[in-house]
Each structure stands twice: as C-alpha cells, then as structure tokens.
C-alpha cells in the first residue's frame, strides 16, 4: 500500500475495536457515540417522504449540494453565525463531518504545513492531515486536578503561539462542544485563538457538530467560532445531521464558509463523492426546516441532559469520578479505582485500553479508551492512562443495565 498509510494507526479506528468487543462480550455498549433513541416520527417521515419520490430524488443532485438542504441550513444558521449566508455559494454538504474535515484538510494542506491541534483531539483530524502530507501539531487542554466540569480543562495560549512556525503552520482545529471532554469553550477563550489566528493569518476549522447539545449548566452557550470579530473569513465551521437528529447513519454535514473557501473544498469534494446521497439530503432539509418550528432542539437536549445527568450518577456511585460535561454526549470517567492487576496485559503499553478492555469483557460495559485521542508519544501519560470515555446517547434502560453491571462487579 501507498506511503502515506504509514501515518495511520495500524489496528484501525478504536470505535470498530470497541463495538467489537462489546458485541463479542455482549457488553452494554457505551463506547461509540451513536444514539439508541428512538428517532422522532418527524424526521423518520421526511425519510419515508423522500424515499417514496419515483424521480429525481433518487438521482445524483447538485455536487455542492442539494438545493433544498443549503437553503435550510443557511436558514437556520445566519442568525447563530451572524450574517446571512449564501445557500449557494457558503454552503457544501458532505458525506458527514468527517469527509467535510477530510476535504477541507485536502484543500488546504500542503506537505509539510503544520496543523495545530488541541489534545486531546477527535481521532479522524490528524488522519486527514497525515493524508494530505501535514504535520498535526498538539498543544495540550488540561485538566485541574480534579477536573468534576469539563470547564475545569483549559489550554494556555502561550503554548498555542510557541506552537506556531510562521509560514509553515497553516490552520488551527478546534471542536466545541468537545470530544471527549464535552468542553464548551468561553468568549474569552475563543477570543485568544481568534487573535492568534489573526496575528499569524491562520485557518480554522471549527468543529461544532455537537452545537445543538449545549446543557442549561453550562457555564457558557455555544458560541460559533465563526461569529467572533474577524473570523468570518479565515473559519470553516463544520456540522453534522448525524449529531443534530440522532441519525448518525445518515452520514450528511456541512461547511460553512466563504465562497472562496467552500468552491476550494468543492474542488476536493467533486472527485471524492462527488455528490451526497438524495433522498437523505432531501428529508435532511426537510426534518430541519420543521426543526426550526416545532421545538425539537430544546425537546432533545433535555432529554440527552437527563440522561446525562443518570450516568454521571451511576458513575459517581461505582467509584469511576466522572467529570460534568457542559456539552456532546460523552462523560470522561476516572478509572484509578479499576486495579491495575486486574486488567493485567503485558502486550498493552497503554493502561486505558487495558482498563477499558477489561470492564468490557468482565464487568460487561464498553467504554471508549481516551488514549485514543492523543498522538501515540502521549498515549502513556498520566490524564490520558487514568481515563475512560462513556456515552450517554442510549435508551434509559440501556444506562441501568450498564449502572447495574458495574455495580455488581465493583
Ligand atoms: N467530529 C466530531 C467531534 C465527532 O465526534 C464526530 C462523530 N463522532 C465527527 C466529527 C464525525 O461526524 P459524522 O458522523 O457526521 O461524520
Ligand atoms: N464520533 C463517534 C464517537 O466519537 C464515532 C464515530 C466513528 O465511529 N467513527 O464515538
């Protein structure tokens, strides 16, 4: 295989390993972020809708998007991001965030530019820059000792600029609400990034695919990167249908941009799906178009908080010290309590995984190592080797069944 495959992690993506193992075991899976919910009857009947067309809506649509899709999302985004966007120009839908990060990164990366990134950091960004011959560049968020919010993990801006090589480092990543922490980010904080990225003339990628899960006690709302002073023109804010409806099958998101940065991603785009599936996109703009009305998003997070709220509990009562999450679907777990002999492995360096593998196997509930979302010189480090990554995106009874299987194995 090519060179470049070289860069990636040969036992694949943790998330396969894990659902994996959790079928295997048949552990309660709590390690993967996709929702058990049921899906509300009005975005499933946008699909049943769209599906029943007998032409065009089975057919290739427009590569940058279909019509009716840019158009609902530049609806419900102009107020939140601050100016109105042009459906047909600031707009590109793509096969889920991941293939938005992937050909934004294309398009923008040469070999050898540095890509600034936060660690820990969701695991497809510094794939795509790998592939596209970039450097990723961490920079730490760190947790207080003990972090009980996720408010209490913070990174330092001075770390952020020794970071920077001028001229080689071409763009900053950041997600908000974060994965795995479930950090919100301050005003104040993405203010220093935003001087940063002005100071040095630097891209952002701004990740937001959980913006619509931001919790009443969050210290802070979501604030869209791409709404501070200035920012307009140097941000790609990414999203994802998957996050927004809890169909993380459908595989749609989003850039948001200026035209000239969103025909570059389509440059990209044209030749690698060239367009997203129809019918999808389609029950996509419509599901978000009766979204804006009916008050799902306020009807979602509170019942995601709720059930945040009941895994924290479970976590707490089983002695793995979870951290509040202010945003996302996930809740970072101490796990110093799990003894090491137990999850013994001498063919496993990282302790996370070690840990993680054992409470899928013995205790019978699959979490997600955290380690996976450092670079592997840091994969030993002390934050990451204590910490384990559950998701609350799953059916209340699902959460009791995993809150009684760690019970009864603690
Ligand atoms: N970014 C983050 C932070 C995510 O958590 C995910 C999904 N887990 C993605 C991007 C990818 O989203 P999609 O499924 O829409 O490709
Ligand atoms: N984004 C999901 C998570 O963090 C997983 C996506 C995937 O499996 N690639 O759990």
Redesign the pocket.
Known sequence: SADRLSTLDPSGTV?AEFTGLAIEHNAVNLG???PTLPVPEFITNAAIEACKDINPLHQYTRSEGHVRLVKAVSAFYSDKIGRTLDPLTEIIT????????YSAIQAFVNPGDQVILMQPF?D??PAAITLAGGVPVMVSLTPSKPALSSADWRFDINEIRRAIVPGKTKMIMI?NP???IGKVFERSELAQIAAVAEEFDLLVIA?E??ETLVYDDSSTPLIKFGSLPGMAERTIT??????MFGV?G????WCLSTPEIIRSIWMVHQYVPFSVVTPLQEATAVALEKAMTNDYFERNVAEYQSLRNKLHGMLSSVGLTPTMPQG?YFILADTTSVPDDAAADPTERRRDFRVCRYLTKEAGVAPIPVSAFYAPEAQTGEVPAQLARFAFCKNADMLDRAGEKLASYG
Request: aromatic fraction near 18%; proline fraction near 3%.
């Open positions: 998330f993967q972020g996709f793509t096969v889920g965030a991941t293939e938005a990060l969701y497809s960004y997600n974060h994965n795995p990740d695919v959980y990414v999203g994802s249908v998957g996050k993380t459908w595989k749609i998101g996302g």
